[in-house]
């Protein structure tokens, strides 16, 4: 069973600003925290490879050249089967957005996403591979970080999850496009979507780890928004796509210009892709054949993170690949009347 609130018509009002601190762990595990190997191991849940650093947010998986979109939380609490029965908490106050009771139509298999609004900027938490989800999580629901939203569990469309790997999939993300649906109909005729605009390929996210310990670090002066905006870019594109949804909700991430216009852009993306800040530019005298061109690559993150497949090529002669330019396709997406 599905349920969802259409992006489009969530309005922006009823996310709830969350309050300090900005993200609370999703589960009781806190080894996080304890900044040791031990910590490690007992916090990040491995793929079947037994290597812990398998589990966290990046290049982490087949030698770096494999991306994991969030961080896998290992299980602290079992039955007398061996199942876990760690507590799921809702990681900000925000509202319940995507409900998947159906195990199998996902690799996530039974999930959730929250939406939050923090400093202006939207904000989704996913939480997958569920046993089971609470029955008070109810679409457009207002919950508050620390709300049990369900328990840990090893579902899945795909392979089984071994008991001794039991853990919590978690993703702090932002929405590509509010017209997922309508992008995949066009693009992907033939295709089967069974979630909607909350399709995980609509979802672009940030590193969890990272976050947690930087807003440990800094308490009360940990901003998400500059945390955001402060990503190392990989690579800047220039758009000439217009007035797309995403820089509608992103307008938080907009930085100054000398110009007003919005038919161009320059936007720039981290190391994993995630668009990071924007400006308003001059529209060129010769716009790009596919609405958008590449104009700079940051070479050392090029090197260094081999999972991100956004740029091929060499050193005066780089190119978007072909996975870069469907990305780029799908945020810059506008429905025509």
Known sequence: MK????IATLILPLLLQAADPVFVLPTPNRSLFDHTEEGNQSFFAPTTSGIWQSGRYGCTRTSGWQFHEGIDILHTQRDRRGEPTDPIYAAADGIICYVNDNSGLSNYGRYLIL???IEGIEIYTLY?????????????????????????????????IAKYRAHLHFEIAMVINEHFDHWFAQRKPGQTNDHGPWNGRNLIGLDPEDIYKEQSKLGSQFSLLKYIQEQETYFTVLTTAGDFPWIKRYSALMQPSDTNTDQAYEISFNAYGLPTRYRCVELPAESPSQGWKLIQVNEAIHKAYKCSKKITGKPGAYRLTK??????DLLTYRMTP
């Open 128 to 160: 997958a591979h569920l046993n089971q989800i609470e029955p008070g999580v109810v679409l457009g629901r207002k919950v508050l970080a620390g709300a049990t939203l369900g328990r840990m569990g090893r579902s899945s469309n795909a392979a089984g």
């Open 115 to 117: 939406g939050h609004k």
């Open 323 to 328: 996975t870069a330019n469907e990305w780029l």
């Open 3 to 6: 349920h969802a609130v259409s």
